[in-house]
């Protein structure tokens, strides 16, 4: 049987093969998967939020007929007011919810975008190590993605410039179509961009886009669990006119990923190419849904939400970095940073020691009672080199108890390895 290339180029995804291996191990402490915590997902607010949606028969039966394809007007607009409230000045005078579109979730969003963007031997530039379901995308359609380094404070503009200057001496600037960012509490590191260096991210996007419009992507999955609870405005507060800002937003994390709703705010000359490709995919994402999530977000119920939500997990983060402390900071080389925030803490360890599926860390973890995401996956073929000796921690679904005795039973595996290196 002969399949397209493009079947070809989606093969080999990592989350087949963590899933498999989570599967096959139930009774391991997985501090793998980027699962929300069951405990938390919102069942009386979803059930209020329904009975609100279904509040009249008119109402249930649009909910439950074909809607706009690209998506329920009022939430549309509920979305927008939410995703630019920096400032007083309010909604852009250019931007309306023409802008707007919702997905099933925000991972279609990321695919239409690579379709539309990219042809095959186009580079997106992505941090190294950066979120590696986009990087599958991208792949898919045939593209590249180029690695610029990150650190606690997100990409490091100095070495965007580096790498674009770099493709651009190597004749390939003009197949530099954007920057993808997840400038907040980011997966799989955990770091959150500085406002400074979006400024100065934007600024080089700008400086660059010789051939063609670089645009900078800011996939905010994980802005709203903001322990500190400070309401992070979002990247195109920076580029308010959204000349090359594309915005992709999730109730995924916030909320719940089984009700599948996401957006993007999105520069105009991209509502069509979206809606195009939209049409073709499914005309519209589940109308219901998006009903629900307008009650919640009228009803204020999200922000009651996600406030209970930050606590529960900052005490779930705090367990970890406590026994990472406990158990990791007397072992040379080692080294993490708190994320203040999302799901993830990003976990590089000296560099003899390789974190990969079928290198000894991950037998001897597995061994003491762990499972783990082997942080290459997270690194894009290109540009900086791929850190063998990371791995990505999450302390979304276990309790506090199980979070400390994973990681010691992690510690315990890191100094078996080195005992024997
Ligand atoms: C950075 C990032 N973006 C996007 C998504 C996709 O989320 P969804 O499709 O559930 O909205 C995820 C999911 O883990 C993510 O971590």
Redesign the pocket.
């Known amino acids: 049987m002969t399949f397209s290339s493009r079947s070809v180029q989606a093969a080999g995804q990592p989350v087949s093969e963590l899933m498999a291996e989570a599967l096959a191990h139930p009774e391991l402490i997985s501090l793998a998967a ?1 699962f929300v915590d069951q405990e938390t997902l919102p069942v009386e607010i979803t059930a209020r939020a329904q009975q609100a949606a279904f509040a009249n028969q008119d109402a249930a039966r649009a909910s439950l007929q074909y809607s706009n394809p690209q998506g329920l007007n009022e939430l549309r607009d509920a979305l927008l007011r939410q995703s630019c409230q920096w400032d007083d000045s309010g909604i852009p005078d250019q931007v309306s919810n023409e802008n707007v579109v919702t997905t099933p ?4 969003l ?1 695919y239409m975008l690579a379709n539309i963007l990219l042809d095959p031997g186009d580079i997106i530039i992505c941090g190294s190590p950066t ?1 590696f ?1 986009f990087i599958g995308i991208v792949k898919n359609v045939g593209g590249e993605t180029y690695g610029v380094a990150i650190d606690q404070h997100g990409m490091i503009p100095e070495s965007l410039d580096d790498a674009l200057s770099m493709l651009k001496k190597r004749g390939d600037l003009a197949r530099v179509k954007a920057i993808y960012l ?1 400038p907040y509490f ?2 799989p590191a955990g770091s959150t961009l500085t406002k400074e260096r979006a400024g100065e991210i934007h600024e080089i996007a700008n400086r660059y886009s010789e051939h063609n419009k670089i645009y900078v992507v800011t ?1 905010e ?2 802005r709203l669990l903001d322990f500190n609870q400070t309401a992070q405005p979002s990247l195109w507060a920076g580029d308010r006119n959204l000349n090359h800002t594309i915005v992709v937003g ?1 109730f ?1 994390k916030s909320y719940s ?1 089984g009700i599948r709703v ?1 957006w993007g705010i999105l520069p105009p000359e991209l509502i069509t190419p979206v809606n195009d490709v939209k049409g073709n995919i499914d005309f519209g994402s589940p109308n219901i849904n998006q009903y629900i999530m307008y009650e919640v977000l009228r009803n204020g119920w999200l922000q009651e939400h996600v406030s209970k939500l930050c606590d529960h997990y900052q005490q779930k983060q705090n367990a970890m970095l406590d026994a990472l402390d406990e158990h990791m900071s007397t072992i040379d080389h080692c080294s993490w940073w708190n994320p203040g925030g999302g799901m993830y803490v990003w976990l590089t360890l000296p560099e003899i020691i390789d974190s990969a599926f079928d290198k000894p860390l991950y037998q001897a973890t597995k061994q003491a009672g762990a499972m783990y995401v082997p942080g290459h996956y997270c690194f894009p073929k290109q540009g900086e080199p791929v850190q063998h000796n990371t791995i990505r921690l999450s302390f979304g679904q276990q309790t506090p108890a199980k979070i400390a005795e994973g990681v010691k039973c992690l510690a315990m595996a890191v100094n078996s390895v080195l005992s024997i290196a």
């Not at 979730?105 to 279609?108: I, K, L, M, R």
């Open positions: 980027g979730g925000s991972n279609q990321l979120y379901i997840v980011d997966n996939d999955a994980y999730t995924s990923p996401g």
